[in-house]
């Protein structure tokens, strides 16, 4: 397992206002790289993120994909499902950015 040391960055956006953000084509998500920030509020305040994640959210067969960064949870993570009520479910994706200024969050055709 290789360790990423400096900031990370990850794509970090969704689906639902931004439609680009369920893409696989890495020039159509290069405009949502961004620089993961250290977090100043909340259980993980002024933690540094560990990895990029991606999530499905499927809720009546309406896919919607976020990618943010990734503060807690195991760095490569990979397709853990949480059901939520009802018709709601939640697949889990997380991997850690290898490869000095190069964004390799997830690239996943479902």
């Known amino acids: 397992m290789i360790f990423s040391r ?3 960055k990850c794509y970090q956006c969704e689906s639902l206002s931004q ?3 369920e893409s696989s084509d890495r020039a159509k998500l290069s405009s949502f790289v961004q620089l993961c920030p250290l977090l100043s509020e909340g259980t993980f305040a002024g933690m540094e ?3 990029c994640r991606k999530i499905l959210q499927v809720c009546f067969a309406i896919i919607r994909t ?3 960064c990734a503060y807690s949870g195991d760095k490569n ?3 853990l499902r949480k059901q939520g009520n009802k018709a ?3 697949f889990y994706y997380q991997c850690e950015n290898a490869v000095d200024a190069k964004v390799l969050n997830i690239i996943f055709f479902r």
Do not use: T, V, W
């Open 77 to 79: 993570l990979n397709g």
């Open 19 to 21: 439609p680009d953000c």
């Open 6 to 8: 400096g900031p990370i």
């Open 66 to 68: 976020i990618r943010e």
């Open 49 to 51: 993120p560990i990895a």
């Open 88 to 90: 709601i479910k939640l």
